[in-house]
C-alpha cells in the first residue's frame, strides 16, 4: 500500500479484505456502540512510522488499548 494512503480508509480496506478482524488485538474487545452500531477500533502502527503499511507493522485496536500502550507507556 502506498505510504500516502490515509489510515481510516487502509483499516476499511483491511476488514473488507479479511486481513484483519473487526476485533481489539490486544484485549479482544469487539462491542459495537450502542449509539450508531460502529466498533471503536483504531489502526496503530506499531513501531510508530504512519507510513510503514506493511501488515506486520499494523494493529487493530480499541481506544483504551491505544491510549495506554501508544500514549502513556511511551
Same mark, same amino acid.
Given at each position: 500500500?502506498?505510504?500516502?494512503?490515509?489510515?481510516?480508509?487502509?483499516? !476499511? !480496506?483491511?476488514?473488507?479484505? $479479511?486481513? !484483519?478482524?473487526?476485533?481489539?488485538?490486544?484485549?479482544?474487545?469487539?462491542?459495537?456502540?450502542?449509539?450508531?452500531?460502529?466498533?471503536?477500533?483504531?489502526?496503530?502502527?506499531?513501531?510508530?512510522?504512519?507510513? $510503514?503499511?506493511?501488515?506486520?507493522? &499494523?494493529?487493530?485496536?480499541?481506544y483504551?488499548?491505544?491510549?495506554?500502550?501508544? &500514549?502513556? !507507556?511511551?
Open positions: 500500500m502506498h505510504p500516502d494512503y490515509p489510515p481510516h480508509r487502509l483499516r !476499511k !480496506k483491511l476488514f473488507a479484505s $479479511n486481513l !484483519k478482524q473487526q476485533v481489539c488485538e490486544v484485549c479482544g474487545y469487539n462491542e459495537p456502540r450502542v449509539t450508531d452500531g460502529k466498533l471503536p477500533l483504531v489502526l496503530a502502527f506499531k513501531d510508530g512510522d504512519r507510513g $510503514n503499511h506493511l501488515l506486520e507493522n &499494523l494493529e487493530i485496536i480499541c483504551n488499548c491505544f491510549l495506554y500502550y501508544y &500514549l502513556v !507507556k511511551r
